[in-house]
């Protein structure tokens, strides 16, 4: 008899606390996989990004000169669409690095390794003393260890 009574009194106010913790959770669930989905489309557009400044070296083959790790970079000058195509490199990088640090992207498998093996060259070191003074403190001290061997 007791709990009827309090039904009667008071069941309006616990369904509305229901249906308000109910819409919560429902709330949370959508923005998890809306988190999830926009992650899925960041790491797409990223790859899609990745894939045209590489289509760039395909079309252009003399721009893979900066993937060598003998050039004398003192004896065979970078070319202007060379250290462009490096600096579009290093911005697409930036970007990686900076979408991770926010948790908008998933860290890339292996991504300080492709580093270590992209900095190995002359001609991608060149570029990048040449304007790492103009890029975020933390890029550049994450840059810096990758090159220097130095896990994260």
Avoid: C
């Amino acid at each position: 008899m007791e709990v009827t009574r309090w039904l009667v009194h008071h069941g309006e106010s616990l369904l509305e606390s229901v249906g308000i913790i109910g819409g919560l959770i429902f709330t949370g669930i959508g923005l998890h996989r809306d988190s999830r989905a926009r992650r899925i489309e960041n790491m797409i557009s990223l790859t899609q990004q990745h894939r045209d400044i590489w289509r760039q070296a395909m079309e252009t083959p003399d721009l893979m000169r900066v993937q060598d790790e003998n050039r004398d970079v003192e004896r065979e000058p970078l070319t202007e669409r060379e250290r462009l195509f490096v600096r579009s490199l290093i911005l697409h990088l930036s970007t990686v690095y900076r979408a991770v640090k926010l948790d908008e992207l998933l860290k890339p498998h292996g991504m300080e390794r492709n580093i270590r093996q992209f900095f190995a060259a002359p001609a991608a070191r060149t570029v990048w003393s040449g304007i790492k003074d103009y890029q975020d403190p933390d890029f550049v001290a994450f840059v810096e260890r990758q090159i220097l061997g130095k896990a994260d």
